[in-house]
C-alpha cells in the first residue's frame, strides 16, 4: 500500500484515512468502471470502442481546430 495513513482517536479507534491522490483517482476510476459494466449495452458500447481501429490523432485533432 502506497502510504496510507489511518487517524484514529486517543483511544486509538480508526476514524478515517489519508489516501494519495494517485490511488484514490485509481479507485474511482475502477468503480466507475464497474459502474459502466454493469450495462450489457454499455459494456458492449466499450467493448467496440475499444477494439476500433482508425480515429484520428491528438496532434491531427489540435491541428485541425488550430490549437
Known sequence: ??????????????????????????????????????SEKMKERLLEAKNRDGGLSLEDVREKFGI
Open 1 to 38: 500500500m502506497s502510504n496510507v495513513q489511518y487517524i484514529s482517536d486517543t483511544n486509538g479507534i480508526p476514524l478515517g484515512v489519508f489516501v494519495p491522490i494517485d490511488l484514490w483517482q485509481e479507485i474511482e476510476s475502477e468503480k466507475e468502471t464497474a459502474y459502466l459494466l454493469k
